[in-house]
């Protein structure tokens, strides 16, 4: 049995050949004058039309108190909380019973940047940050210390808020 | 037995070759950035711009590139043909351009050279010194054998990969090759009628003294076109690469510097064909509306040198326009379907392309006595022949039928 293929009954100026090569070649030469949509990344990292959303949930970043120590307690709510299972923390008291971190790090690896771990913290200590250039030489490298997460500079991450949805 | 003409010649002949050699190396690193650049543009785009001003070392960066890279070997591969095969597609692209004049001849000479107290003897050069590598006297006819030497490196690199995409990517290329070729040489035909001569620079000479042949034998211009998009393999015509279907057809299998070579022997023979329809329709190195380019050289002197750079100034203008067209239409047209390629070749092309040999040699017949006192007149009067054949051709082809489906013409025709 043949197969049946239905056939559309077009207009001439449709199926032309000529026409409509001339016509893609006016097109397409109109496009030469036109701007270019490209972004010039690593010069121009925004647009007027694009740039990052203060939402976005990039390498962490760990915030430091006036004399410059991490804010963290060690209470052990963010690798409660961590689906990754990527943050590493000993804890520590000093002799006024304060606890501090011995030991924090995360793999930026294993971090799936859910932000639970900035939404969780009581004291505001870790955040999500809005950051994405993140290249090392090394593997070793994407395993962030304390001191190095208090040293990041970027700015951090508005976590989406229930109750303000868009934002405002 | 080295006289002095011998050494002049060979001077004449090594300097051309080497010239003509890199400008036509440099030309295809240009062109390659011209059509990315091109095409970038085309898309709104900026394409590359990092390497060099305007990205314009980009070209020789990716060569450098694919020097370096590892070479493959498909491991059924047949070694030597597989090897061989490169060279064959690139050398011929190469060839072509050696009988293309690209300026106005050069003044003779005949010098004894003295350099730091060294005698380098007598060298001379008798007559004007055509600037075309080689000013055969057959050279359109080299132009027809050479061009059909590229599809074999095509063919034989599809062959000797032993992949299936390839080698359909060769098989189509042959179809196509050789379907197109005689659509070329039979365009060509009235070209000779009018030039009555087969070396070049006689013909660039007769359209300089008449009228550019584009108007002569428009409709001639027309299938010359269609088809030496279709001898070069560019779109719509790419069927032999289809990156779609064949994955790039029948340099599938190649890496490295062999791949390089199927790329530059594409890009170098666009140029080739753009400066063939420039020299066989539009005048070759002839300043349109000026007889001064025109004259014959008999002394050095700063004329000549400017002659010969404002000759070759317009020849590069012309050809990179028709470059240009190649590489818009690349970015404008789909791909034509395998039947009616063949349907475009063996049932269009080559009935109206004899045909219209037949109607312009009648009409050459006829008002050839005009030729010799009114030559201008004899162009417009051929043209005035060309018009209706050119209106009718236009109009058969964009009814549709060419170009539908099997089906669709079934339908058509009832």
Redesign the interface.
Known sequence: MAIT?K?LERP?RE?????A?LK??A???S??L?????M?YPEQKSTADWSLSPRWRGTHRMMTDEQGRAKCVACGLCPQICPANCIKLVPGEDEHGNRYPLIYEIDEFRCVFCGYCQEVCPEEAIHVGVHYENAEYERERFVYDLERLCAQTHPVSSLWDPSDPKGE | MTTPEIKGFLLVAVVKMLVVFTAIMVGVIMVIWLERRGSA??????GPNRVGPYGLLQGLADGLKNMMKEETWPAQADKLIFLLAPTLAFIPSLLLFAVIPFASPLPPFDVTVHVLGLDFGRWVYTGPIQMAVADLPVGFLFIIAISSIAVYGIVLAGWSSNSKYAFLGGLRSSAQMISYEIALGMSLIVVLLLAGNVTLPAIVARQQVGIWYVFPAALGFLIFVISAFAETNRLPFDLPEAEAELVTGYHTEYSSMKFSLFFIAEYAAVITFSALMVTLFFGGWDIPFTKWDAAVPTAWNAEAILRVLATLVAFSLKTLVFVWIYI??R???PRFRFDQLMNIGWKVLLPISLGYIGIMATAILIFHPLEAAHPKWFGAILFGINLPLLVAF?WG????R???GE??RA?LEG
Do not use: N
């Not at chain 2, 543009?41 to 900026?46: A, E, M, N, P």
């Open positions: 293929v056939v001439e199926v032309s050949y000529l026409r090569t893609g070649l097109l397409t030469f496009h030469l036109r701007p270019k949509v490209t010039q | 543009f085309l898309q709104d785009r900026r818009q239409v970015w404008t047209l236009v082809l964009d009814r549709g060419i170009v539908v089906f669709q339908r």
